[in-house]
């Protein structure tokens, strides 16, 4: 069983008389290291496509508005999961989203949403919900598996793993407990108030699960199939996460 998420939402053309586009640029992914100053490789590690970013102005208030393009719905939520920690708000406009002090994050099917106001104004984060819709797409449709079993709010905490850079910004024990076991795919759920955390680990065709098993053996099997492996553990590591006020 699987939770779905939908969000309907007007076209952006019925309001683009209220947005003036101060500045655009599109960056492939390859194009990426000419934007920003490290952190591209994250973005690859999880398939990014393509990426717009527009200086605007909405209702007297400046934002920049990125918008990342990735491979899939699960792409798109996992680039988010591991840029969001520290939520003053997390998953209230029916759709997965997080906000910080200078910052409005959400993800809209296969797109990362990033809304930065530099002011940090109460007026520019009461309009950042209004812009963040302006640039989302028809409906949010992501897929969490019900072995997780996890409530709403997701924001902050619940992240998707695609390779050993998320791997290892989500948990450093968690990373070298997985070094050298091929995956295809991770949720990882830290437990809300302790050290302990649950990993849905997806194995790719052909991958011989016994042998996953006998290297995960420390670890509290909770569920295997023929392509996964659910296990509990605990984080050995006082790992503090100092997210800043962006909120990543």
């Given at each position: 069983?699987?939770?779905?998420?939908?969000l309907?939402?007007?076209?952006?053309?019925?309001?683009?008389q209220?947005?003036?586009?101060?500045?655009?640029?599109?960056?492939?992914?390859?194009?990426?290291?000419?934007?920003?100053?490290?952190?591209?490789?994250?973005?690859?590690?999880?398939?990014?496509?393509?990426?717009?970013?527009?200086?605007?102005?909405?209702?007297?208030?400046?934002?920049?508005?990125?918008?990342?393009?990735m491979?899939?719905?699960?792409?798109?939520?996992?680039?988010?999961?591991?840029?969001?920690?520290?939520?003053?708000?997390?998953?209230?406009?029916?759709c997965?989203?997080?906000?910080?002090?200078?910052?409005?994050?959400?993800?809209?099917?296969?797109?990362y949403?990033?809304?930065?106001?530099?002011?940090?104004?109460?007026s520019?984060?009461?309009?950042?919900?209004?812009?963040?819709?302006?640039?989302?797409?028809?409906?949010?449709?992501?897929?969490?598996?019900?072995?997780?079993?996890?409530?709403?709010?997701?924001?902050?905490?619940l992240?998707?793993?695609?390779g050993?850079?998320?791997?290892?910004?989500?948990?450093?024990?968690?990373?070298?407990?997985?070094?050298?076991?091929?995956?295809t795919?991770?949720?990882?759920?830290?437990?809300?108030?302790s050290?302990?955390y649950?990993?849905?680990?997806?194995?790719?065709?052909?991958?011989?699960?016994?042998?996953?098993?006998?290297?995960?053996?420390?670890?509290?099997?909770?569920?295997?199939?023929?392509?996964?492996?659910?296990?509990?553990?605990?984080?050995?590591?006082?790992?503090?996460?100092?997210?800043g006020?962006?909120?990543?």
């Amino acid at each position: 069983m699987k939770y779905f998420l939908f969000l309907l939402i007007l076209p952006v053309t019925l309001f683009a008389q209220d947005v003036e586009i101060k500045r655009e640029r599109i960056f492939t992914a390859s194009g990426l290291y000419g934007f920003m100053n490290g952190g591209t490789d994250q973005f690859l590690e999880y398939d990014v496509k393509e990426l717009i970013v527009r200086d605007i102005v909405y209702k007297g208030e400046d934002y920049t508005v990125e918008i990342y393009e990735m491979a899939s719905h699960e792409d798109a939520f996992g680039i988010y999961s591991i840029h969001t920690f520290k939520c003053e708000r997390a998953d209230t406009l029916n759709c997965i989203d997080c906000l910080s002090p200078y910052q409005l994050q959400a993800v809209s099917e296969n797109k990362y949403i990033s809304v930065v106001f530099p002011s940090g104004s109460q007026s520019a984060r009461d309009k950042a919900d209004e812009v963040v819709r302006k640039y989302a797409s028809m409906k949010v449709d992501i897929a969490i598996p019900g072995l997780l079993d996890e409530k709403m709010p997701v924001s902050g905490r619940l992240k998707y793993l695609r390779g050993p850079l998320s791997v290892s910004k989500a948990s450093f024990s968690f990373a070298n407990m997985m070094d050298g076991i091929n995956y295809t795919g991770i949720w990882f759920a830290p437990e809300r108030l302790s050290k302990d955390y649950r990993a849905l680990i997806y194995l790719p065709n052909g991958i011989d699960i016994n042998a996953v098993k006998e290297k995960l053996s420390s670890t509290k099997i909770l569920a295997v199939g023929d392509h996964y492996i659910y296990i509990s553990a605990t984080e050995e590591e006082n790992k503090e996460e100092d997210s800043g006020s962006f909120g990543f």
